[in-house]
């Protein structure tokens, strides 16, 4: 996976970057092996910083950054691509709009399996259909936009801080609220230019955060709504949005509400789901209905043919004890009379 994602970075058409890989106290054979597969002119721009002790999934993007200096930077995890057109529309949207402290673009989701044989992808899908921008309202319900789609101006993240390396997942939604709420930001529409891709295992090795850690999701994003309401309740007011970390005063009670809002969605999701089986069994039921309407015409059609067809035979055969009669009756009527004559005489 991480020879894919280093070859997605290498087919860039914008190629005025540095690729800095943290290994986070892995094995080095698999970052050897997916360098010898990037062209020269990205491996003559790579810096591989290795822990020696893991930092943390989190934490790890910290050891990048320390190590870069570029304006504007992007977090691609091992296992995600990039189409090549990626970071030019990027750069050029951050160029055009100095204000913007990131840009996202569309991304799509693919699910996908791995074997012996390799990956083999399922199936994909455009992740969040219905979203048309990156807003700070739409965030606080759930995070829609993953690292893989989103180019970061550096000298935002500095300001408002870099992800929380104290949290073991949603990290990137933390730094997503807080870039929101403090900054605007951009979002390109169209065709998906990255791609998030996801395998349902739990298999901490190829699984994704999302399933491996599915508890510690929960939790972290319950963690960060609580730690934003208590801020929202003290008197004194810490923070500012303009100069340090971010920590805008009403936020946490607008994810409150977020959460509040999020439940509700779920549970009208449930009942939508379960109305949904309960039309399907209606369908299937109206259909069965119909398909036995359909084969009971057939049967009285073949009854009333049945009937038609006795009452022919009845016919048929009255018509010949008819003329049995009619024959037979002159028989009878000349014996009769000959019966009489030998009486007489």
Request: include cysteine.
């Amino acid at each position: 996976m991480l020879k894919r994602a280093v070859q997605s970075v290498g087919a860039q058409s914008f190629q005025d970057l540095e690729l800095v890989i943290v290994n986070d106290a892995g094995s080095t054979g698999p970052v050897k092996s997916a360098l010898e597969s990037a062209p020269e002119w990205l491996r003559e721009r790579t810096t591989v910083v290795t822990n020696e002790t893991s930092h943390g999934r989190e934490a790890a993007l910290e050891d990048g950054l320390a190590a870069s200096s570029c304006e504007f930077f992007a977090i691609h995890d091992d296992d995600d691509s990039w189409e090549p057109g990626f970071l030019a529309a990027c750069v050029a949207h951050l160029d055009e709009h100095p204000g913007h402290g990131a840009v996202a673009t569309r991304c799509d989701l693919i699910s996908e399996t791995v074997s012996e044989e390799g990956l083999t992808e399922v199936n994909r899908g455009i992740l969040a259909p219905d979203r048309e921008s990156w807003t700070l309202i739409d965030t606080m319900v759930a995070n829609y936009v993953p690292p893989i789609s989103q180019l970061i101006r550096r000298e935002v993240a500095d300001r408002i801080g870099h992800w929380d390396g104290n949290l073991l997942t949603q990290a990137d939604w933390d730094f997503n609220l807080r870039l929101l709420a403090t900054s605007p930001v951009g979002f390109i529409d169209g065709e998906p230019l990255a791609h998030w891709h996801h395998r349902d295992s739990t298999d901490e090795s190829v699984g994704n955060s999302v399933v491996v850690d599915a508890v510690h999701h929960r939790t972290d994003n319950l963690a960060i709504r609580d730690r934003y309401a208590r801020r929202s309740l003290d008197e004194t007011g810490t923070g500012s949005l303009q100069n340090g970390p971010a920590d805008p005063e009403n936020l946490g009670l607008m994810l409150v509400s977020a959460e509040y809002y999020h439940r509700l969605e779920e549970r009208l999701r449930l009942h939508e789901e379960k109305l949904d089986h309960q039309n399907a069994y209606l369908a299937q039921s109206i259909a069965q209905l119909h398909e036995a309407m359909h084969s009971l015409r057939f049967t009285i059609g073949d009854l009333h043919g049945s009937i038609r067809h006795v009452l022919l035979q009845i016919h048929e055969t009255k018509a010949k004890i008819d003329h049995l009669e009619a024959t037979v009756k002159p028989f009878f009527r000349t014996v009769a009379q000959g019966v009489k004559r030998i009486r007489r005489g």
